[in-house]
């Protein structure tokens, strides 16, 4: 058996996820009590979960996510409001930076939108859920889900938001994102220049090795001589 969660998300969510480090732990929430999925957690440490846009209104719905679960926890494990919110507080990042960058006017401040739109709703939630390595893919039907219980596949116009299923392994297709560019701080070195290319080293001749003579380098050409010409000695006179 190969187990996986199905679940439903907001896609203002699930984008912002996709734009964290693999790594780094996002908290979801769901209204139903995932017994099942904790016990499957306990058993193999995490699991493939599987994200459709809980906005989607088409006939045919399609998961667009995949992640990995790697924690799963219950509003009734903590003993009040206060550790809940605490934790919550700890937890909830990627909602309260979200809605710093995003914040709606509608509000009179981002922490007001938080507590109304999250901090709210997630105390009231029956599952707080963790995941991580948020990736999108190519959309899957949700028909090529098939329930772990009677291995029936989902409804195309599957309505509800969550459901233990088979994980296609084959079907899944990761939508290659393009790497992030990493900007620095200008070099403050100058810009190098070209420089010649060196010369080779003098060849070292090998032992015993009798270098060969220089081939003779020709003279300059230079302009016949001429000699003056001979002069007769005067005539004496007696």
Not at 128 to 135: A, K, L
Not at 147 to 175: F, S, W
Not at 187 to 199: H, Q
């Amino acid at each position: 058996m190969n187990p996986c969660v199905y679940a439903t998300q907001f896609s203002q969510w699930l984008e912002a996820a996709c734009d964290c480090p693999p790594s780094e732990e996002v908290t979801f929430r769901s209204n139903k009590r995932w017994a099942t999925a904790a016990k499957l957690l306990d058993r193999y440490g995490s699991l493939p979960i599987l994200f459709r846009n809980q906005q989607d209104s088409a006939d045919s719905f399609v998961c667009r996510y995949v992640a990995k679960l790697i924690g799963l926890h219950f509003r009734d494990d903590f003993a009040n409001d206060m550790e809940r919110q605490a934790w919550l507080n700890e937890k909830l990042l990627l909602q309260r930076d979200t809605i710093k960058r995003e914040r709606d006017d509608r509000f009179p401040s981002w922490e007001s939108q938080f507590e109304t739109w999250e901090l709210d709703k997630f105390m009231k939630a029956a599952t707080w859920y963790i995941v991580c390595e948020i990736r999108p893919i190519t959309p899957l039907p949700l028909p090529r889900l098939r329930k772990l219980k009677g291995d029936h596949p989902l409804a195309a116009n599957y309505t509800r938001g969550y459901a233990l299923c088979h994980y296609p392994m084959t079907e899944i297709q990761v939508i290659q994102e393009k790497p992030l560019r990493v900007v620095g701080p200008p070099d403050p070195s100058p810009p190098k220049r070209d420089l010649p290319a060196p010369k080779p080293p003098p060849e070292v001749p090998k032992p015993g090795h009798r270098p060969e003579p220089p081939d003779p380098q020709p003279h300059p050409t230079q302009p016949p001589r001429t000699d003056p010409p001979e002069t007769q000695p005067p005539p004496v006179r007696a």
